[in-house]
Structures are given as structure tokens and as C-alpha cells.
């Protein structure tokens, strides 16, 4: 089975200041998806990014990028000139490509200080 | 992106009595819903994948005859809490995938989570 590994339980950042937050993940498989999802406190689950494990390239979705190491698994989201509105707790994902469920990390609470 | 709606919001209710949320992808058609509870500031847990005209299929350890899932359309997907008990108290959530052109795509769109309150 899959497992997806957030070692960071709270993690905190200066406003416009740059974070980032680790995702590891455990696989035998080839073909998947790996996402970012954030839950702010309304609990509503927004994606973030999403990465394909056949791209080599990294994701960027305007200040948030990841960096897909595909041979170490690890997937970590870099959110940069962080804002206030960016505090949330995310949770990192991984989809397998034959699968249809997805497995969700613990979660990591980012809190941004004025 | 797709939209997903559930309905109530929250609810509270007596114990022993049933609880019903609707989860609807309101602009796509979802052959696939899956159903999560989650609670406070934690991971969300699936419980199980519903599948248009299909029986759902559970995550070890749900039971059943509990947690009925119905999947009748491909936008309404329906759980069923029944006899809920204290312990049900939970944030139960619900997402889709959309398909485009018979394809389903990657991404899971939630809903916005029902709260349950068992008194």
C-alpha cells in the first residue's frame, strides 16, 4: 500500500517571505499523481497543484511550485511571497494511476505572522 | 475548476436517528464519488468509493450497513448515517472527478463537508 509521509505538523513563515513544505511518499508503482490540497479553516479542501510522475519538469501554478524528485519520492511545495490568506493546513496526495482513490498525508498547519 | 455541493452543511441530531448528506457535482457528470470523514486537524480517512449504479466499495474497518452509500445519477451521491450514535460526530466530506469527453480526469474536486453532531 501507499503511504504519504508529512514530517512537518505546523510549520510558520513571515509574510512575503518564501516556505516549504515536505511530502514523501512510498510507491512500487510508475504511473501516478501527486497534489497538493489546501484546507483553510472553512475546511474546504482546495487544490493547489497537481504534478504528473511522468513529467520531469516541475509544477508551477503562479507562486507555488513544486520539486518532484521522482528517485527519492519526495514532493515538496515551495509557496513564495507567502500571504496572509495562504494559512491553511495542507495535505500532500498521491493518486496511483490504476487506482482510483487517493492517499492523503497528515497534514501540515502553515501559519503566516504579519 | 468543476463545482461540488453537499447538503446540510451541518446537521444535529438525536441518537439512534438517520442522517442523509447529499453530495452533487453540480457542472460535470461523476461516475466516481468518494466519501471521507475527517476529524478535527487531522487527514481525511476514505471510507468509500461510489460508483454510478453500482454498489459502493468500503475501506476496511467501515461498516456497511452503517454508512450506506447510493450512487443512483452521475451527479448525486448520497450517504446515509444510520442509528448515528455520539461517535459518529464527524466532518464528512465528499469529491468527484470530472470526466471530459468519457475520460475520467486526474483531479478530485471536493465538496465543502457536511458536520455532523450527534447529541
Known amino acids: 500500500a501507499q503511504t504519504v509521509t508529512q514530517s512537518q505538523p505546523e510549520m510558520s513563515v513571515q509574510e512575503a517571505e518564501t516556505v516549504t513544505l515536505s511530502c514523501t511518499y512510498d510507491?512500487?508503482?510508475?504511473?501516478?499523481?501527486l497534489f497538493w490540497y489546501k484546507q483553510p479553516p472553512s475546511r474546504q479542501m482546495i487544490l493547489v497543484i497537481r504534478?504528473?510522475?511522468?513529467?520531469?519538469q516541475n509544477a508551477t501554478e503562479n507562486r507555488f511550485s513544486v520539486n518532484f524528485q521522482k528517485a527519492a519520492k519526495s514532493f515538496s511545495l515551495k509557496i513564495s511571497d507567502s500571504q496572509l490568506g495562504d494559512a491553511a493546513m495542507y495535505f500532500c496526495?498521491?493518486?496511483?494511476?490504476?487506482?482510483?482513490?487517493?492517499?492523503f498525508g497528515d497534514g501540515t498547519t502553515l501559519t503566516v505572522k504579519p | 475548476g468543476a463545482v461540488v455541493s453537499q447538503h446540510p452543511s451541518r446537521v444535529i441530531c438525536k441518537s439512534g436517528t438517520s442522517v442523509k448528506i447529499e453530495c452533487r457535482s453540480l457542472?460535470?457528470?461523476?461516475?466516481?464519488m468518494f466519501w471521507y470523514r475527517q476529524f478535527p486537524k487531522k487527514s481525511l480517512m476514505l471510507m468509500a468509493t461510489?460508483?454510478?449504479?453500482?454498489?459502493?466499495?468500503?475501506e476496511q474497518g467501515v461498516e456497511k450497513d452503517k454508512f450506506l452509500i447510493n450512487h443512483a445519477s452521475l451527479t448525486l451521491s448520497t450517504l446515509t448515517v444510520t442509528s448515528a450514535h455520539p461517535e459518529d460526530s464527524s466532518f464528512y466530506i465528499c469529491?468527484?472527478?470530472?470526466?471530459?469527453?468519457?475520460?475520467?480526469?486526474?483531479?478530485?474536486?471536493f465538496g465543502p463537508g457536511t458536520r455532523l453532531l450527534v447529541l
Open positions: 469529491s468527484a472527478r470530472d470526466q471530459i469527453r468519457g475520460k475520467v480526469q486526474e483531479t478530485q474536486y
Open positions: 510507491t512500487s508503482e510508475s504511473d501516478y499523481y
Open positions: 504534478q504528473e510522475a511522468y513529467k520531469q
Open positions: 496526495a498521491y493518486r496511483s494511476g490504476k487506482a482510483g482513490k487517493s492517499t
Open positions: 457542472d460535470f457528470q461523476a461516475t466516481t
Open positions: 461510489s460508483n454510478e449504479g453500482s454498489k459502493a466499495t468500503y
